[in-house]
């Protein structure tokens, strides 16, 4: 005997809710994992357990799975030789490509912000600033490079451009995960607030260049802070 009509759309309206669901929880973890690497959640070279990740994020393990392979056709982590999945290992070259190229694009990025930035922007950014500081002081680094992000991405975000914000979080992807490392270097670390500084001071007189240029400086300075230790990780 043939299904209603009505129960034959309700099975079709069933699966495709069950398809809609199941692809939001695939996005879910898919973006929690790689805010994951943005925001320096996971370090070099680490391993990624599936079993792991799903109950840090409240996620069953098949969206972190294919969340996970995703991540790894965009070369944002890598299938070792026994099918697990990592954080990659960066080359000295590829760091340095890398930091080129975030240089570009968010010099680019906080140059185009400079002009769409509200004021009520500025005593957010600088509550920020505060924030920072705070850490600092505290060792606090994982609040650190969260709130390094939040400043970052409150400026990139005002650039109104989603491409160049797409590019740059798929960087920021790749080298998040050495940020931990900046917590280690004693000469950085008491000046590592200052370009931020910098940065707001020239967003608050709409010097375009100056903020760009500041962006291009902590960028610059950051990294080289990183290259010795990014050796030493290589190095084992």
Not at 36 to 44: D, T, V
Not at 137 to 148: F, K, V
Not at 150 to 170: G, M, N, T, V, W
Not at 201 to 209: M, N, R, S, V
Request: neutral net charge; hydrophobic residues 45%; glycine residues 4%.
């Amino acid at each position: 005997m043939a299904a209603s009509p009505r129960l034959a759309y309700k099975a079709v309206s069933e699966t495709l809710m069950s398809k809609i669901e199941h692809a939001t929880l695939n996005d879910r973890a898919y973006l929690a994992l790689k805010r994951g690497l943005i925001s320096g959640a996971f370090r070099p070279g680490q391993t990624l357990v599936i079993r792991t990740m799903a109950d840090n994020y409240g996620i069953s393990t098949t969206p972190v799975r294919e969340a996970l392979q995703r991540l790894v056709a965009e070369r944002l982590l890598v299938m070792q030789p026994n099918r697990s999945i990592a954080v990659p290992l960066l080359s000295i070259a590829k760091f340095t490509e890398l930091y080129r190229v975030r240089c570009a694009l968010e010099g680019l990025a906080a140059e185009l912000a400079t002009s769409n930035l509200e004021a009520r922007h500025i005593p957010r950014l600088k509550k920020i600033l505060r924030e920072i500081d705070t850490t600092i002081a505290e060792r606090d680094s994982r609040a650190y490079l969260l709130l390094n992000e939040k400043f970052h991405f409150l400026i990139y975000e005002r650039a109104d451009s989603p491409l160049l914000l797409e590019l740059i979080q798929d960087r920021w992807s790749q080298v998040g995960p050495f940020f931990n490392e900046l917590f280690e270097d004693t000469d950085y670390l008491p000046h590592a607030n200052e370009h931020h500084v910098r940065i707001v001071t020239a967003l608050e007189a709409g010097d375009a260049a100056g903020v760009r240029q500041s962006i291009i400086d902590d960028i610059s300075t950051a990294a080289h802070s990183l290259m010795p230790r990014l050796k030493q990780v290589l190095n084992g």
